[in-house]
């Protein structure tokens, strides 16, 4: 087990809805980055956090918001859900420390109806 | 654009043979790669991690092998084990950009 967990583990919701997503990271780790990862498909880097601020995104739009808390915890927040927003949501902490290792949680799966 | 991972998608191999998973990356700056295990139902799970500068590390198992000639990266599995079913994937990272960039993965199936 990796210490980094993810809440909830399952969630259904409908077009147009707005969801939260929870990961609290590693022990010791300051950084955290979130994927989505799509039915048979690889994980699509969404956005990192680190010292509470966004340090990086991917090809994702602004309804795709995130934020970190001072315990190095972040949520994840989808505005305007669409079908195709239904995958594995994927958290990862890490230490900047220079190995840069990412630590993944055991996702959240969401389903958008 | 960058990617990592032309896979093949799926990989059979006999229980206690050698598996030989197979990754090409097209982004020359990727400092750092990562193979991680994904079993159903449960996030990626770090197996090993080579460094731009070398060219082979080894772990419990497993040999991660790179050839920055040709753009390749490989995992070697001894012995597989009926555990070591799950989904591949090579990723890379940038330092400084931070972002793994994932293949599609290979599914690899033990045959008892």
């Known amino acids: 087990e990796t210490g980094v967990t993810q809440s909830p583990t399952h969630l259904i919701k409908t077009r147009g809805q707005q969801v939260t997503l929870r990961c609290s990271s590693q022990?010791?780790?300051?950084?955290v980055s979130w994927y989505q990862q799509a039915l048979g498909q690889g994980p699509q880097f969404i956005f990192q956090?680190?010292?509470?601020?966004?340090?990086g995104r991917g090809n994702f739009p602004p309804r795709f918001s995130g934020l970190q808390f001072p315990n190095y915890s972040s949520e994840l927040n989808v505005n305007a859900l669409e079908l195709d927003d239904s995958a594995l949501y994927l958290c990862?902490?890490?230490?900047?420390?220079?190995?840069?290792?990412?630590?993944f949680g055991p996702g959240t799966r969401l389903l958008v109806l | 654009g960058e990617s990592v991972g032309l896979h093949l998608p799926t990989l059979s191999v006999q229980e206690g043979d050698n598996s030989i998973i197979n990754c090409a990356y097209s982004?020359?700056?990727?400092?750092?790669f990562i193979w991680y295990k994904q079993e159903s139902g449960k996030g990626p799970q770090f197996i090993i991690d080579?460094?731009?500068?070398?060219d082979k590390r080894q772990g419990q198992r497993v040999t991660v092998l790179l050839n920055k000639t040709v753009k390749h990266l490989s995992l070697q599995i001894a012995a597989t084990q009926p555990g070591d079913s799950a989904v591949y994937f090579c990723?890379?990272?940038?330092?400084?950009?931070?972002?793994?960039?994932f293949g599609t993965g290979t599914r690899l199936t033990i045959i008892p």
């Open positions: 990862a902490s890490s230490f900047r420390d220079g190995k840069e290792t990412q630590y």
């Open positions: 022990s010791g780790h300051n950084t």
């Open positions: 956090y680190y010292r509470e601020e966004e340090n």
């Open positions: 982004n020359s700056a990727s400092d750092y």
């Open positions: 080579i460094r731009s500068n070398m």
């Open positions: 990723a890379g990272l940038n330092f400084g950009n931070e972002k793994l960039t």
